[in-house]
Nanobody, 118 residues
Framework: QVQLVESGGGLVQPGGSLRLSCAAS????????MGWYRQAPGKERELVAT?????NYADSVKGRFTISRDNAKNTVYLQMNSLKPEDTAIYYC??????????????WGQGTQVTVSS
């Protein structure tokens, strides 16, 4: 009922930047929250940043990553600067929305690979 399409991952050298995008579509009445999680090999999925009127960041990315939203486009962005090898992971977009039916619905994107390596 809600689809998330991510883009912007890739390979970047340490110290470089990437910008991830995630667009939500479907029977969306309103979006409560959008955010990004990541999962590195052998590790659990962890929160990176969320936006629900206020922003919340993992300590490991504060000052380097910036989350922003374009509400008119139902899109969330993650600007990642000063990337480190430990930022290497699959990044997943997440959203919580209210559908036109009135139900609350959560959805995950398919994930986009970010690799930081020289």
């Amino acid at each position: 009922q809600v689809q998330l399409v991510e883009s912007g991952g890739g390979l970047v050298q340490p110290g470089g930047s990437l910008r991830l995008s995630c667009a939500a579509s479907g029977s969306i009445f309103s979006i409560y929250i959008m955010g990004w999680y990541r999962q590195a090999p052998g590790k659990e999925r962890e929160l990176v940043a969320t936006s629900d009127g206020s922003t919340n960041y993992a300590d490991s990315v504060k000052g380097r990553f910036t989350i922003s939203r374009d509400n008119a486009k139902n899109t969330v962005y993650l600007q990642m600067n000063s990337l480190k090898p430990e930022d290497t992971a699959i990044y997943y977009c997440y959203t919580g929305v209210t559908l036109y039916s009135g139900k609350y619905y959560r959805s995950w994107g398919q994930g986009t690979q970010v690799t930081v390596s020289s």
